[in-house]
C-alpha cells in the first residue's frame, strides 16, 4: 500500500461545478498536510496547508480527519485555470520527511 | 522574494559524461530538498539537506552526488548514469522551524535526457 493514495482521475468537470478530491495516508505519525497543483511540465506550487481540523481560501476548502486519515480538497465554482493535476503531501518526522501521493487529475471543461 | 532558481532549464547528455545541476534561493531557507519526478507520476524524495548538512538520503544510487556548498545552493552531480534517469529534477526549500517549516517552494525544475 502506498503511504498517500489518492485516485488518480481524471475527473472531467464543466464550469461552475463543485468538485473533491480525497488523499489517504497511511503514516500515523504523519504530522502536518498540504495540497499543491502542478501544471504540465511545470513545478507543483502550494495550494493549501492543512495542519488542523481545516481551513478555507477562496473557493479551496481542505480539511483534515485524523482519526479516518484522510485529507480532501473542495473546489467549488470551477475554473477552466482549475485545470492541474492535484498532490496530496503528508509530513512527518518535521519538515524532512515528505511524500506526495500520486495526485489527482482535474479537467474543467467550458 | 520565494524564487527558487534552477539551471539549466534542459540537460542532454550520453552515458559517459559528467555534469552537475545547480539550485539557488535567497529567501534564507536552511533546508533543501532534491526531488526527481517522472512523466505522469509524483515527486520522489532523494536527499535532504539540512543546515548544509546531508540529513536525508532516499537509497539514491551513488551515480548521483549531491553538494550543498552554503546555505543559498544546492548541486547534483551526475555521472555515468542510465537512459531510466532521464526525468524532471526539482530542486525545493523549506525553512527549518515553526508553522511554516513543512511549506516547501519549488524551482522550475532541470529536464534531464539521458542518451
Not at chain 1, 464543466?14 to 511540465?41: I, K, M
Not at chain 1, 498532490?87 to 495526485?103: E, R
Not at chain 2, 538520503?57 to 555515468?80: G, Q
Not at chain 2, 524532471?88 to 532541470?110: I, K, M
Request: proline share 6%; glycine share 6%.
Amino acid at each position: 500500500r502506498k503511504e498517500v493514495e489518492q485516485d488518480p482521475g481524471p475527473f472531467n468537470v464543466p464550469e461552475g461545478a463543485t468538485v473533491a478530491f480525497n488523499c489517504t495516508y497511511s503514516n500515523s505519525a504523519s504530522q502536518s498536510f498540504f495540497w499543491y497543483r502542478q501544471d504540465c511540465r511545470k513545478e507543483p506550487k502550494l495550494l493549501m496547508s492543512v495542519y488542523s481540523s481545516g481551513n478555507e481560501d477562496g473557493r479551496f476548502t481542505a480539511q483534515l480527519n485524523r482519526a479516518s486519515q484522510y485529507i480532501s480538497l473542495l473546489i467549488r465554482d470551477s475554473k477552466l485555470s482549475d485545470s492541474a493535476t492535484y498532490l496530496c503531501v503528508a509530513h512527518s518526522g518535521g519538515y524532512q520527511k515528505v511524500t506526495f501521493g500520486t495526485g489527482t487529475k482535474l479537467q474543467v471543461i467550458p | 522574494d520565494t524564487e527558487v532558481t534552477q539551471t539549466p532549464k534542459h540537460l542532454v547528455m550520453g552515458m559517459t559524461n559528467k555534469k552537475s545541476l545547480k539550485c539557488e534561493q535567497h529567501m534564507g531557507h536552511r533546508a533543501m530538498y532534491w526531488y526527481k519526478q517522472k512523466a505522469k507520476k509524483p515527486p520522489e524524495l532523494m536527499f535532504v539537506y539540512s543546515y548544509e548538512k546531508l540529513s536525508i538520503n532516499e537509497s539514491v544510487p551513488s551515480r548521483f552526488s549531491p553538494e550543498c556548498p552554503n546555505s543559498s545552493l544546492l548541486n547534483l552531480h551526475l555521472h555515468a548514469l542510465q537512459p531510466e534517469d532521464s526525468a524532471l529534477y526539482l530542486c525545493a526549500s523549506s525553512t527549518t522551524s515553526g508553522r511554516a517549516a513543512d511549506t516547501q517552494y519549488f524551482g522550475p525544475g532541470t529536464r534531464l535526457t539521458v542518451l
